[in-house]
């Protein structure tokens, strides 16, 4: 008899999950009972982060969509399916924060007949650019520290990575776009 936590509704076996994953697999109707077990997981984790529930809706929906389309390409590693799942979300949102920021930097232009301070937005346009270019864990990092005010801690949670790691990769981010910066100054 095994001993552990006893079970929830809704909680699945890996082996039945497993079974679920390859029958939507065959048939994409059958995506409707993932989505029904994962809705509330994937829901919370956004919301936790974006905080806005009309902007959450949206993501929980494209994260759905997008794990529907991409479906037949799952493989399964032994990992619960909502862990796939967080991954798109994580993207999704990291995609969403890069049009936020792009459309941002457009509102911030100064109104026509206004003195523009070119040089500030040429600075930003400079660091947006060098952020694109990071490499997708420092610029999610990056992210996840400045933009959504996350501690070390939650990231490394998040990433399921060390603290040190989380920190290294924020070092090395940060480096690249101090000498990045300072580089188109000289």
Do not use: C
């Amino acid at each position: 008899m095994a001993v552990g936590k006893p079970a929830k509704e809704g909680d699945r076996s890996e082996a039945e999950e497993r079974l679920l994953v390859q029958a939507a697999q065959k048939d994409p109707a059958r995506f409707a009972e993932l989505y029904e077990a994962n809705f509330h997981r994937v829901y919370g984790y956004v919301i936790r982060r974006v905080r806005e529930r009309a902007v959450a809706e949206d993501v929980t929906a494209e994260v759905f969509h997008k794990a529907l389309a991409a479906l037949p390409n799952f493989d399964w590693r032994g990992v619960p399916f909502a862990a796939w799942l967080l991954r798109i979300a994580a993207n999704v949102m990291a995609d969403e924060w890069k049009r936020a920021a792009k459309e941002q930097v457009v509102g911030d232009l100064p109104e026509v007949g206004t003195d523009p301070n070119i040089e500030e937005v040429d600075q930003r346009a400079r660091l947006f650019r060098a952020v694109e270019k990071l490499p997708d864990d420092q610029r999610r990092v990056v992210h996840m520290r400045f933009a959504e005010g996350q501690s070390i801690r939650e990231i490394a949670q998040e990433l399921g990575r060390s603290e040190g790691a989380v920190k290294q990769l924020q070092f090395r981010a940060l480096q690249t776009l101090r000498a990045n910066v300072e580089g188109a100054h000289a």
